[in-house]
């Protein structure tokens, strides 16, 4: 049983998989403290025991926005020590996120600005309502981004649109999301929760240990120049080839039948 939050809410809409939704639509799904508490402690918790857990969706309460970003009003208040440390809190937050073993899938029901962007871009890939808008605006705000933004969008996007898109603070649409590579693709607004689900329950049917060995391969081999990147790909293979899920999955095609992964 998973323990309950005070600003996201769990579902289990499928077998292995889990819906994690933002529940603060009074404040457009913003990121304040406990908000950074509550995701810090799920993601902490599936990385030290996802249980059956295999794919993750994270999607926003409502059907206007994803997540707004900080919470700017909470913010209002604090000096510079205690935006700092709420700061640190965020960057756990977002690093648990991007380290969780198993794939997380972005169901981006509305806008997504500034740490919502940066959310999204964490995930292994999205899919977004057709009308949702993104942007990192914190250069209009005297900050920067600083949730992985920096680094992420460039990654995803290529170096010279990230930082006009950065620099300037401008919104771009769904659309141009996927005409750059930021979403995998956008569907009508009441359909992109289902589409996403849909996705994840795909995944958590396959093998899970290959499912996690995939994402470990691309995300930091993607970090190494190619040789070493390929010798640390096959070193992920090699975990996979002595384990029940491999020889269940070579069996099963063999047998013309559904195999049965067990993640052993």
């Given at each position: 049983?998973?323990?309950?939050?005070e600003?996201?809410?769990?579902?289990?809409?499928?077998?292995?998989v889990?819906?994690?939704?933002?529940?603060?639509?009074?404040a457009a799904?913003?990121?304040?403290?406990?908000?950074?508490?509550?995701?810090?402690g799920?993601?902490?918790?599936?990385?030290?025991?996802?249980?059956?857990?295999?794919?993750?969706?994270?999607?926003?309460?409502?059907?206007?926005?994803f997540?707004?970003?900080?919470?700017?009003?909470?913010?209002?208040?604090?000096?510079a020590?205690?935006?700092?440390?709420?700061?640190?809190?965020?960057?756990r937050?977002?690093?648990?996120?991007v380290?969780?073993?198993?794939?997380v899938?972005?169901?981006?029901?509305?806008?997504?600005?500034?740490?919502?962007?940066?959310?999204?871009?964490?995930?292994?890939?999205?899919?977004?309502?057709?009308?949702?808008?993104?942007?990192?605006?914190?250069g209009?705000?005297?900050i920067?981004?600083?949730?992985?933004?920096t680094?992420?969008?460039?990654?995803?996007?290529?170096?010279?649109k990230?930082?006009?898109?950065?620099?300037?603070?401008?919104?771009?649409?769904?659309q141009?999301?996927?005409?750059?590579?930021?979403?995998?693709?956008?569907?009508?607004?009441?359909?992109?929760l289902?589409?996403?689900?849909e996705?994840?329950?795909?995944?958590?049917q396959?093998?899970?240990?290959?499912?996690?060995?995939?994402?470990?391969?691309?995300?930091?081999?993607?970090?190494?120049?190619?040789?070493?990147?390929?010798?640390?790909?096959?070193?992920?293979?090699?975990?996979?080839v002595?384990?029940?899920?491999?020889?269940?999955?070579?069996?099963?095609?063999?047998?013309?039948?559904?195999?049965?992964?067990?993640?052993?």
């Open positions: 049983m998973q323990p309950t939050y600003t996201i809410s769990l579902a289990r809409p499928a077998p292995h889990l819906q994690i939704t933002l529940a603060r639509p009074e799904n913003a990121l304040n403290t406990q908000m950074g508490r509550d995701l810090l799920i993601w902490s918790s599936l990385t030290e025991d996802a249980a059956d857990v295999r794919c993750v969706v994270l999607t926003g309460q409502g059907d206007k926005v997540c707004a970003g900080g919470d700017l009003k909470q913010r209002n208040t604090m000096d020590v205690q935006w700092r440390q709420q700061h640190e809190l965020f960057e937050m977002y690093w648990a996120l380290d969780l073993p198993i794939p899938i972005a169901a981006v029901n509305g806008h997504a600005y500034g740490g919502g962007l940066e959310m999204v871009l964490c995930c292994d890939f999205a899919y977004a309502s057709e009308t949702a808008r993104f942007a990192l605006p914190e209009k705000l005297g920067m981004p600083g949730g992985g933004g680094q992420n969008l460039p990654r995803a996007i290529g170096e010279r990230a930082k006009e898109l950065m620099m300037t603070g401008r919104p771009f649409s769904a141009e999301a996927l005409d750059w590579g930021v979403i995998n693709q956008q569907c009508p607004g009441p359909l992109v289902a589409q996403a689900l996705t994840a329950i795909t995944i958590a396959g093998a899970p240990l290959s499912m996690r060995q995939i994402k470990k391969s691309v995300r930091y081999g993607g970090q190494m120049e190619l040789r070493t990147a390929y010798r640390f790909e096959v070193e992920a293979y090699n975990h996979l002595d384990t029940d899920d491999r020889r269940e999955g070579v069996a099963a095609f063999n047998e013309k039948r559904k195999p049965v992964f067990t993640g052993r």
